[in-house]
């Protein structure tokens, strides 16, 4: 899984930060082991992660 984001501080604001990020930027069905209950011997594969999603953010320091 691919995850992409870019961060931009406008010059005429330095303490304004501004992200856009994109998680999972195929769309590619993924199981994370991190989010696993339960006996390893009874895995089934059917408790997939999200896919694609985006975020927009903007963090002002004082």
Known sequence: MHNLY???????????????????VFDELYVSHASRVGLA??????????GRSYKLSAAYQF
Do not use: M
């Open 41 to 50: 011997k009874s895995f089934v594969a059917d408790d997939y992660e999200p």
């Open 6 to 24: 870019a961060q931009w501080t406008p010059y005429s604001v330095p303490n304004l930060v501004l992200t856009f990020g994109v998680d999972n």
